[in-house]
C-alpha cells in the first residue's frame, strides 16, 4: 500500500518535488513552514517525511526530523534533501543527524533516485 508521506519544502523547490513525490503517496500533504508541519503531523499519521533541510529558514529541517523522531512517531522514515554534501553533517559529530535521518539526498535530485527511494523507505 502507498504510504501517506509529508513532503515540507521551499516555496521555489515545492512544485517540482510534488510532481515526483505525488507518483508514490495515498496521501500526499505539502507545508512550508514548521508551524504548519507541526500542525499536519499532530493531525496525520505519516509512513514518511521528505524534508529540505532549509524549508523554513535555515537548518530547519533537521529540527524538524528531530521533532518527528522524538515527539510523534520513530518509525517515520525521514529522508532529508540537502544543498551540499551530507558528509558535513555526518563528519562533524553531531549524532542527532544520524538518529533522526533514515536517508540523505543532495539537490540536485533526480526524479529517478528520489522515487526509488521513497520505493525503499515504504516498506
Same mark, same amino acid.
Given at each position: 500500500?502507498?504510504p501517506?508521506?509529508?513532503?515540507? !519544502?521551499q516555496?521555489?523547490?515545492k512544485?517540482?518535488?510534488q !510532481?515526483i513525490?505525488?507518483?508514490?503517496? !495515498?496521501?500526499l500533504?505539502?507545508?512550508?513552514? #514548521?508551524?504548519k508541519?507541526e500542525?499536519?503531523?499532530?493531525?496525520t499519521?505519516f509512513?514518511?517525511?521528505?524534508?529540505?533541510?532549509?524549508?523554513d529558514?535555515l537548518?530547519?529541517?533537521? =529540527? =524538524?526530523?528531530k521533532?518527528? &523522531?522524538?515527539y510523534? @512517531? *520513530? @518509525?517515520?522514515k525521514?529522508? #532529508? =534533501?540537502?544543498? &551540499?554534501?551530507?558528509?558535513?553533517y555526518? @563528519?562533524?559529530?553531531?549524532?542527532?543527524?544520524?538518529?533522526?535521518? @533514515?536517508?540523505?539526498?543532495?539537490? *540536485?535530485i533526480?526524479?529517478?533516485? =528520489?522515487?526509488?527511494?521513497?520505493d525503499?523507505r515504504?516498506?
Open positions: 500500500m502507498a501517506n508521506i509529508l513532503l515540507a !519544502s516555496h521555489q523547490k512544485e517540482a518535488l !510532481s513525490v505525488t507518483k508514490k503517496a !495515498s496521501g500533504t505539502v507545508v512550508d513552514s #514548521m508551524v508541519a500542525k499536519a503531523i499532530v493531525e499519521q509512513q514518511i517525511a521528505v524534508i529540505d533541510e532549509n524549508f529558514g537548518e530547519t529541517g533537521w =529540527l =524538524l526530523a521533532k518527528i &523522531k522524538k510523534f @512517531d *520513530p @518509525d517515520v525521514v529522508i #532529508m =534533501l540537502v544543498e &551540499k554534501s551530507h558528509r558535513n555526518f @563528519d562533524s559529530g553531531r549524532n542527532e543527524f544520524r538518529e533522526n535521518v @533514515d536517508w540523505v539526498m543532495v539537490f *540536485p533526480s526524479e529517478e533516485q =528520489l522515487l526509488h527511494e521513497l525503499r515504504s516498506k
